[in-house]
């Protein structure tokens, strides 16, 4: 996935609003952009850290600059804009690089399921005798020494999106939970208990119940993003 046009660099002067962001150009220019990421972002967000973002050709927006990525000082990437996380996973589906998912003919995105009137962000089909796979991605950036946590924050909608994939079990049909993770510096992921005990009590409910987990390492630079390896996921 190349970056067209290509991204420009800044400086972040702070995170607000969820939304927001005000970073500065290298020839001092001051410019708010939108940040598309609704999660705490601890350690992604430190004033200091160098912002590379995408700018958009639509005049209708209010905030043309788009944050994609950050640069830490001590050599990390982190891709900021979530959306990228579901582009990632199909892109890694299509190629074949998870293959215990591999072989199906049809991936459809964002389609009605479950009784707490959820989306599925990938559903799998037409895999001869293989039942339909229905797939949650989350996009992991939550980094301490080396491990990835899921999530940074409390998540009600995580802890749904668990119950919805539990009963796609019961039924009889596969389910998956998909972390893309995009912090270079994160060699394994486990569902973040210390944050959400609830989210990750689920999680191992989950996995007795026939729940898939897989973690998907992201090769980043400021030019493209690609799919790379699996990485290790501890459920508990």
Not at 80 to 106: P, W
Not at 170 to 179: K, Q, T, V
Request: proline share 5%; hydrophobic share 35%; net charge negative.
């Amino acid at each position: 996935m190349q970056f067209q046009p290509p991204l420009e660099s800044a400086t972040l002067i702070r995170r607000y609003k969820r939304f927001l962001a005000d970073v500065q150009t290298a020839d001092g220019e001051l410019l708010t952009i939108h940040c598309p990421n609704t999660g705490a972002m601890t350690g992604c967000a430190e004033p200091g850290y160098t912002v590379w973002y995408s700018t958009s050709t639509n005049a209708k927006r209010k905030y043309p600059h788009t944050w994609e990525l950050a640069y830490t000082p001590n050599q990390n990437w982190i891709v900021i804009n979530t959306q990228r996380a579901n582009q990632l996973a199909q892109e890694a589906l299509g190629d074949g690089k998870i293959k215990a998912l591999a072989g199906y003919l049809n991936c459809q995105r964002e389609v009605k399921y479950g009784s707490e009137n959820s989306r599925i962000d990938l559903l799998l089909s037409g895999h001869g005798e293989q039942p339909d796979c229905y797939i949650e991605v989350k996009s992991v950036t939550l980094e301490t020494d080396g491990q990835g946590y899921f999530p940074d924050a409390v998540t009600l909608r995580g802890q749904k999106h668990l119950r919805e994939l539990i009963a796609m079990r019961e039924l009889g049909l596969r389910a998956a939970l998909l972390f893309v993770v995009g912090h270079s510096g994160i060699q394994s992921v486990k569902p973040a208990a210390h944050i959400d005990p609830q989210y990750a009590e689920l999680c191992i409910l989950a996995k007795q119940k026939g729940v898939e987990f897989y973690a998907l390492g992201i090769e980043v630079s400021a030019s493209d993003l690609t799919a790379g390896l699996l990485l290790p996921v501890d459920v508990g």
